[in-house]
Nanobody, 120 residues
Framework: QVQLVESGGGLVQAGGSLRLSCAASGRTNSRFVMGWFRQAPGKEREFVARISKAGGTTDYADSLKGRFTISRDNAKNTVYLQMNSLRPEDTAVYYC?????????????WGQGTQVTVSS
């Protein structure tokens, strides 16, 4: 089992930045592929980014490339999502997730989410 706790969400003006963190407890998160997802009100949850177990490979939703950066510090059991040039349409609850495999992409553990609100 692994427990995931997100933090770093909040209210930010358009054009601003936020860095989300996801702290893992239980089994060390270096055993897991880690991903970020988001869900806006009235919309389905969507993929944001993922990072391989050692951090050497990353993958992003096409629409977010260049603005969002995923990284991890396995010594701290923490994954980060740096979000720059935020837009009102980035408003959502952001979730981190952990999975055993890169392909096929499947996530077995989920955090509770952290709210990100971008004002115009």
């Amino acid at each position: 089992q692994v427990q995931l706790v997100e933090s770093g969400g909040g209210l930010v003006q358009a054009g601003g930045s936020l860095r989300l963190s996801c702290a893992a407890s239980g089994r060390t998160n270096s055993r897991f592929v880690m991903g970020w997802f988001r869900q806006a009100p009235g919309k389905e949850r969507e993929f944001v980014a993922r990072i391989s177990k050692a951090g050497g490979t990353t993958d992003y939703a096409d629409s977010l490339k260049g603005r969002f950066t995923i990284s991890r510090d396995n010594a701290k059991n923490t994954v980060y999502l740096q979000m720059n040039s935020l837009r009102p349409e980035d408003t959502a609850v952001y979730y981190c997730a952990a999975g055993y495999y890169w392909s096929p992409a499947r996530y077995d553990y989920w955090g509770q989410g952290t709210q990100v609100t971008v004002s115009s």
